[in-house]
């Protein structure tokens, strides 16, 4: 029940105000967000590549409100790839990207995203690596596609996200698994009316094992978001089942979350990146951390009474 009350939360600026401010807040959010700046952020890149592990970076931020922050934003990628450049990691450290945060929801916000995630995508490819472009809610999906059609004619690799929450994802795991693509399947971490998504549990987790097996039996590469126990034993599965290697799929998880979990996978000889975020603006990444989880909102509560 909870889980909905703290997404509707992550829209209000009121409660971000709120929250920013709050004593004990930075603690409990250095769990997920290990970092604010570029700087924070190479070291932990190099730990967790030093361990076999792959990473996809996000710089934290959403909902922007003017072109300048678009603008702003796309720099921060653009930083971030200058600095993995000299490491030399190709691949095992890719990016993910908001397009809201590229400008996507402003006025002419479909061709301001693709003309600012466009020169990310060839800095990407730059340093031998790629973009992930994230899903975020229902209405924002067609340009999403979209751009990522359009980005896929000069970058074939660019991946894209699917929510196993939406009844439209099995048509779009359908298309995406026949046309090659890099996709990234995950449950669906926003608030969703009924007339678009399941909102049982148990039905999305239903529906991500039918899309699961789309991408497992199609000819892209699939990657799987979740630290769902049961699901990551059925995509081990369903991938040695339509004959998969190791290196035709892999797992993805979030950072600070079922760590151990991640270099037990990677030590099995899996591919498996973590989703590492950064930067200032966590408002938004964070509550959606908190509503998956109400353990994590006990827990930050506590924090904020035993300051
Ligand atoms: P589920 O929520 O059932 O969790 C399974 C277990 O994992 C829990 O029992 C718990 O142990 C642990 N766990 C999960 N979440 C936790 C948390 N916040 N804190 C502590 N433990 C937790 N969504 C989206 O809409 N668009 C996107 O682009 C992405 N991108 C993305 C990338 C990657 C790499 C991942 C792993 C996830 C996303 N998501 C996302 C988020 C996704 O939609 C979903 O909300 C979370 O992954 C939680 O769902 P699980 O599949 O982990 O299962």
Request: glycine share 8%; aromatic share 8%.
């Amino acid at each position: 029940m909870l889980g909905p009350v703290i997404l509707a939360a992550s829209r209000s600026d009121r409660m971000r105000r709120l929250m920013t401010a709050a004593p004990g807040t930075k603690q409990v959010v250095d769990r997920f967000i290990p970092g604010e700046r570029v700087d924070d952020v190479v070291p932990i890149i190099e730990d967790l590549t030093g361990r076999g592990l792959e990473l996809t970076m996000d710089v934290v931020g959403e909902d922007i409100t003017t072109r300048e922050q678009a603008y702003a934003a796309r720099d921060a990628y653009l930083e971030l790839i200058d600095r993995l450049k000299p490491l030399e990691l190709g691949e095992r450290v890719e990016m993910s990207v908001k397009l809201s945060m590229f400008g996507q929801a402003l006025e002419g916000g479909h061709e301001l995203a693709l003309a600012n995630v466009r020169p990310v995508v060839e800095a990407a490819a730059e340093i031998g690596t790629t973009v992930t472009l994230d899903a975020e809610d229902h209405t924002t999906l067609d340009s999403m596609f979209a751009i990522h059609d359009e980005l896929r004619k000069d970058f074939p690799q660019t991946g894209c996200v699917i929510q196993a929450y939406l009844f439209r994802t099995e048509a779009d795991a359908r298309r995406l698994a026949a046309n090659g693509s890099r996709v990234r399947l995950v449950k669906g971490a926003y608030k969703e009316p009924a007339e678009v998504a399941y909102q049982q549990k148990h039905e999305i987790d239903k529906a991500y094992v039918r899309v699961l097996r789309t991408l497992m039996e199609g000819e892209g590469y699939p990657m799987i978001g979740s630290h769902d126990p049961r699901l990551i034993s059925i995509a081990q599965e369903l991938a040695r089942r339509a004959g998969r290697k190791l290196n035709e799929y892999e797992f993805q998880m979030l950072y600070g979350i079922r760590s151990e979990e991640h270099l037990r996978l990677a030590a099995e000889g899996h591919r498996m990146r973590v989703y590492t975020a950064y930067g200032t603006d966590w408002y938004g990444y964070f509550m959606r951390r908190l509503a998956e989880k109400p353990a994590n909102l006990r827990f930050f509560l506590r924090s904020m009474v035993t300051k």
